[in-house]
């Protein structure tokens, strides 16, 4: 394909067709080997050799969301990474995080982020929340042969909505069907269990940093019951990535913050090994 | 029966020349100029939706002058060489040497291969750590580019706008001084010239900010920040400048110039 024309120094490509403000779809023209959906699917099912992310949790709150992800890599029974990052910055105003084939899934973060900021830069403003995950949803459909052969990838996005001056919470499915969550929300082979803490430790007027300690409580819940996802690292001081989104934009806590949150869930449970507890009536 | 006029490619190069000259002479001035952190860009362009000022990546901004659609289309290209480099390499890997290097063989390609060469002038910014490491490259028409430092004037009436800047222009200078020597550089396009902030654009590239330091500048800030260098350092930047106190000087006449009158339909 005749895409770099750069023998006339012009690059054409550059400053002509495809008239679209979507990297992803300039770069299925310009340089569709980059673009995940157009690699040759493996013929056979990969096994689980390649390394998996696991259970990332988000939280809405009055005014945001908390997103946070444990640091545990899997392949197979092998801890393939113990200090992975999950979650990241989509924009400004929204964080992204994955579960399963990490080295897929990092690539699909990365062309969002860009996906994101191209549009922003190229038409002067910024899309959506809905506009964000729609596109999103489209990003993870296009994997869809690859997560039948084993190497499936699912987010979880969240932004801070300008409108309702609140965060949303956006879940999908390997064939990109995207789902609004309310309130929280849980991905990954921990997640079932992140989900029943949540479940329990969800207020609906926490503060921002209520939310925080409900995601890594939840996220220790998981690593208790779940050997895939890995609890607060206190002898390396490996702590789960937290990252909040606001009307002030996208923050991730510094490493003393979660530091500090990791070792009250962590020191809470020597006396009650099971965190928190609701009350039965 | 007719013959083609046989025209020498001295003559050609030169009516194109001329020809772009005209157009970008028509439109109002751009200036770009460093201060003490980092790099401003301010337009004499009353439009809030069309800008002459964007940002292209990380640290780099571009400026332009001319017709529209034609420096459009080229910030629309530098944005996608910029984002497909950074996303095949490295952010650090994105470079205005590079993108400068990319206009520079468009804009040369196109004055000499077509009939009708753009009629544009760009300025391709990097902020570097500091002032020192600082990159600002000007490409014209035909495709030529020069390493500036200091200040850049780009558009009609560049002679007295180069000169106000030359005048007024000090090394260092804090974001308040170097507006106000850049809006007086403005107003020096005609006698009796008074701009507002809101026939503004007003952008930084600020080596403080992280991550992405290109921001606009709202109104409400321009005006703050030419009232904070009025007040400030009024007495003293009007003492020392001789060659900015034209624009000042003139009637304070509510100057309504015609917003679409911009000589660049």
Known sequence: MASHDSHTGRLPGLFTSPDTSSFTEFLGVYSPELLPGRRAVPVSPVGDEIPHGTTIVAVSFPGGVVMAGDRRATAGNVIAQRDIEKVF???EFSAIAIAGTAGIGIEMVRLFQVELEHYEKREGRTLSVEGK???????VRQNLAMAMQGLAVVPLFAGYDEERDGGRIFSYDPAGGRYEERDFHSIGSGSVFARGSLKKLYRADLSAEDAALACVQALYDAADDDS?????????????????????????????????????????????????????? | MSMPFYVSP????????????????????VVVLQYDDGILFVADNPSRALHKISEIYDRIAFAAVGKYNEFENLRLGGVRYADINGYQYDRRDVTARGLANVYAQSLGTIFTETNKP??????????GEDAETDQIYRLTFDGSVADEHGYVAMGGQTESVAQALKDGYEEGASLEVALRTAVRALEAQDSDRRLEAKSLEVAVLDR??????????????????????????????????????????????????????????
């Open chain 2, 208 to 265: 403080n900010r992280e991550h992405r330091l290109f921001r606009r500048l709202p109104a409400r800030r321009i005006e703050e920040l030419l009232a904070a260098g009025d007040g400030g350092s009024g007495a003293g930047s009007s003492g020392s400048s001789g060659g900015s106190s034209a624009g000042s000087a003139g009637p304070s006449v509510e100057d309504v110039d015609d917003v679409l009158g911009d000589g660049e339909d």
């Open chain 2, 118 to 127: 753009y009629e544009v002038e760009l300025v391709v910014a990097e902020v």
């Open chain 1, 133 to 139: 995950a729609n596109r999103l949803a489209t990003m």
């Open chain 1, 228 to 281: 895939a996802t890995g609890g607060p690292d206190l002898t390396r001081r490996i702590f789960p990535v937290v990252a909040s989104v606001t009307s002030d934009g996208y923050r991730r806590l510094g490493e003393d913050e979660v530091g500090a949150l990791a070792q009250a869930v962590v020191d809470g449970r020597y006396d009650s090994p099971g965190g928190p507890t609701a009350p039965l009536r």
């Open chain 1, 89 to 91: 910055r989509a924009d």
């Open chain 2, 10 to 29: 001295e003559q050609q190069m030169k009516d194109k020349a001329d020809y772009a000259r005209k157009g970008i002479a028509r439109g109002r001035s």
